[in-house]
């Protein structure tokens, strides 16, 4: 293991994702900062604690901890103090602040935030929903989707669908490809229709890749990846701006996923969303 990079370790009693993310946020702020994070997740007894601590002595670094078991925190407060590494318990701050204002105690219990309640099995049928609706298929349930994403192919529908489905969303994809209508299902779609659109450049560098993984086709009877539409810019730029051209007439807003993460992409169809919904609620209000 690099000795130049810095050890940080994630300690928690459920699955670390909020650790995690919040590591990574932190660390992203930092210029080519070195980084090797060692995850501890479910940690809820004794041992594992006592493992979790061996590996904090042997790699030492400062410690990130979501730990509620009172026992457990006060004993790796001890042990963190003794190896002298710096520890923060993450969770605190904010759970001090919601006490005060609900005024009652936390419950400290290891992970009540995945505990299988409506909103869990609310994402599960979302994720069958994405699963069987992608690119194209089954367009006909499209009046179970909660938003549809419309777009060229390799624009990321299908990831951005995948981490919708992860909040409770029943996303759609439906490709567009230039000489093919849409599906007239989207003529009059009840829920939002969002186009994702995307540089050029960057699409042929995607899809160049995507023809990589998938081969050249000398034995397959795939295409040259040198020599197909499907890469060359002056036809995909045609094709994006066929796409951006039938988005503006049907009246679909689009985002550009050039520059975003999948993440920043979802945030934007939601908040999207949220617009499609408040016009529609608007003439009842004013009714």
Request: proline fraction near 6%; include cysteine.
């Amino acid at each position: 293991m690099d000795s130049d990079k810095l050890n940080i370790h994630l300690i928690s009693d459920a699955t670390g994702d909020t650790l995690n993310s919040l590591a990574r946020a932190a660390v992203a702020q930092f210029d080519e900062s070195q980084v090797n994070y060692h995850r501890w997740s479910l940690i809820r007894s004794r041992l594992q604690l006592h493992r979790v601590l061996e590996g904090i002595q042997a790699e030492p670094g400062p410690v990130l901890c979501s730990l509620v078991d009172d026992a457990l925190r006060h004993e790796l407060d001890e042990a963190c103090a003794r190896l002298g590494v710096p520890l923060l318990h993450v969770l605190d701050p904010v759970l001090e602040m919601l006490q005060a204002q609900f005024g009652a105690p936390a419950k400290h219990k290891p992970g009540r935030q995945y505990v299988l309640d409506a909103d869990y099995f609310r994402r599960i049928d979302a994720m069958h929903y994405v699963i069987s609706h992608d690119d194209g298929q089954a367009t006909r349930g499209i009046r179970e989707a909660d938003v549809v994403l419309v777009g060229v192919s390799r624009s990321s529908k299908t990831p951005t669908c995948f981490y919708l489905a992860n909040r409770g969303i029943k996303a759609l994809n439906v490709p567009l490809v230039p000489g093919i209508e849409p599906t007239e299902l989207l003529a009059d779609p009840p829920c939002p229709v969002i186009g994702l659109t995307i540089d050029p450049k960057s699409l042929i560098d995607i899809r160049r890749h995507r023809l990589k993984l998938i081969g050249s086709g000398a034995d397959t009877g795939f295409v040259r990846t040198d020599n197909t539409a499907y890469v060359d810019y002056e036809a995909v730029e045609k094709e994006l701006l066929w796409a951006r051209r039938l988005c503006n007439e049907r009246g679909w807003p689009t985002i550009d996923v050039t520059r975003r993460s999948i993440e920043e992409t979802s945030a934007t169809v939601l908040k999207l969303m949220e617009n499609w919904h408040a016009k529609r609620e608007k003439p009842e209000h004013g009714a």
